[in-house]
Structures are given as structure tokens and as C-alpha cells.
């Protein structure tokens, strides 16, 4: 079974513009982990962010994780058109599940 | 370091037929292997955890005698799918995970296409 949401499912914005992307889990997790994948293809790993951690950053990308709300959400600043593709969160412990994704689309 | 492959990247086969996809770790003995399986447009649903030596651990909803997986040594799972129909064409991934730790590698996904 899949462990949670993820908001929106879909989001198009322009190029320059910011993507925010929420998930939202169930159970208690050790990290949280986003992943990008384009159509038909493999998962590439974004960043991880463990349970003990709040925020990070990593290039235009920046995660926040409230435990509490089992919650985190994925920052995407100064979108490019490359930037089209899904992505997911996944959170682990025992095993890895994942989120229902959001389809992000960049227009040039 | 850390590198999940699968083979075949793809595949097709013929309804009824046997399918074997390999998941192996190159460089790290994986204790633990899972495989997922993605339909289109849809998200990645874990098919079924194999820990080296024993007998998968299958999720709810997951026919075991479909989808035989064996993780027969440290570097290697196998995921057959036994009587392919065409509701059985899917992308399927697997990820390998140290002993110990909680990261996972993923492989880069088998589509297999059941005609």
C-alpha cells in the first residue's frame, strides 16, 4: 500500500516560477526521501531528509519535514523547463513507500 | 559506489509465457532487495521484500505464486512472473538495502509488455 498523499497531483507553472509540493505520510518513518522521475523512466534520488531533521537544502531544491504533522514539502526555486517530470516522496523504515507523486510541468 | 542494476531493461513477451527479471547490487552486498511495480501514470507500489536466504515477504493484494522472487545470494534477486497476461505489463523496479541501514538503491526499472 502506498503511505500517503502528496498535493498537488498535478502543478504547472512558468519557467523562473517556484514549485511547491506537499506529502503526507502515516506512519513513523526514519527519512523521508524525494525522488524525480521522467516519463517512463528510472527514479533519480533528489534528497533526504531524516526524522530528526527539519530542513535542508541542496542546489534549488529545499525540503522541510514536520513529524509532528507527518508532513514535508519539497521547494523547487527558479524552475526550468528541464525540470518537467513526477515526483515523489518516500518514506522509510523498514521498507520504502511511496506517495502518489506530483506531475510537475515547467512551460518554457 | 552503491549501484542497483536490472536486466533485462525491457521486455515483451507472449500471454501465458514466464518472465525472469534480475536485480543486482554491483558493488554492495545487499541483505535486502524489494521490488515495486509501477503502472502507468500511477505511483510505485511495493510488490514484496527479500531478505538473502529466506522467503519473500509479499504485500496484501500480491498473488506470491505470480510473482516468484528469490534472493538466492547477497548481489542477486530474481522476480519471476509466471503466466504473464497483459494486466501484468508494468514497469517494475527493484532497490537493494545494506545491512543496518536505511537507505535504499534503486534500479533503473524493467518494462515488461505482455502481448
Known amino acids: 500500500s502506498q503511505q500517503g498523499e502528496e498535493d498537488p497531483q498535478a502543478l504547472s507553472i512558468q519557467e523562473g516560477e517556484n514549485a511547491t509540493m506537499n506529502c503526507s505520510y502515516k506512519?513513523?518513518?526514519?527519512?523521508l526521501q524525494w525522488y524525480r522521475q521522467n516519463s517512463g523512466r528510472g527514479l533519480v534520488h533528489l534528497i533526504l531528509?531524516?526524522?530528526?531533521?527539519r530542513e535542508k537544502h541542496s542546489g534549488r531544491l529545499r525540503v522541510t519535514l514536520d513529524t509532528s504533522k507527518k508532513s514535508s514539502s519539497l521547494l523547487i526555486t527558479a524552475s526550468r523547463a528541464a525540470d518537467t517530470a513526477s515526483y515523489f516522496c518516500?518514506?522509510?523504515?523498514?521498507?520504502?513507500?511511496f506517495g502518489a507523486g506530483t506531475r510537475l510541468t515547467v512551460k518554457p | 559506489g552503491a549501484v542497483v542494476s536490472q536486466h533485462p531493461s525491457w521486455v515483451i513477451c507472449k500471454s501465458g509465457t514466464s518472465v525472469k527479471i534480475e536485480c543486482r547490487s554491483l558493488d554492495f552486498q545487499a541483505t535486502t532487495m524489494f521490488w515495486y511495480r509501477q503502472f502507468p501514470k500511477q505511483s510505485l507500489m511495493l510488490m514484496a521484500t527479500?531478505?538473502?536466504?529466506?522467503?519473500?515477504?509479499?504485500e496484501q493484494g500480491v498473488e506470491k505464486d505470480k510473482f516468484l522472487i528469490n534472493h538466492a545470494s547477497l548481489t542477486l534477486s530474481t522476480l519471476t512472473v509466471t503466466s504473464a497476461h497483459p494486466e501484468d505489463s508494468s514497469f517494475y523496479i527493484c532497490?537493494?538495502?545494506?545491512?543496518?541501514?536505511?537507505?535504499?538503491?534503486f534500479g533503473p526499472g524493467t518494462r515488461l509488455t505482455v502481448t
Open positions: 527479500s531478505n538473502e536466504g529466506s522467503k519473500a515477504t509479499y
Open positions: 531528509i531524516r526524522s530528526n531533521e
Open positions: 518516500a518514506t522509510a523504515l523498514n521498507d520504502m513507500r
Open positions: 532497490s537493494a538495502r545494506l545491512a543496518g541501514v536505511y537507505e535504499q538503491y
Open positions: 506512519t513513523s518513518i526514519n527519512n
